[in-house]
């Protein structure tokens, strides 16, 4: 595959799954947290989200690193 299109197939799917969270009422910067730490080509096992408001990130099915300060 070029990897033109694949990236642009990448973004639709961001695009996709970023819109399908915001109709949850689930703020654009956590939906892009949550499409980015979710398994994929890269990370299969997918990453770790590292925020101070784990309580957003609940039951969005991502792994979550608590910050305190």
């Known amino acids: ?36 730490a979710r398994p994929n080509l890269t990370l299969p096992d997918g990453a770790l989200v590292a925020t101070a408001a784990p309580d957003l990130y609940a039951g969005l099915g991502v792994g979550i690193m608590a910050l305190s300060c």
């Open 1 to 36: 595959m070029d990897a033109r299109l694949w990236v642009e197939e990448a973004e639709r799917e961001r695009a996709a799954i970023v819109a399908e969270l915001s109709r949850d009422e689930v703020g654009p910067g956590v939906a892009a947290a949550v499409h980015a």
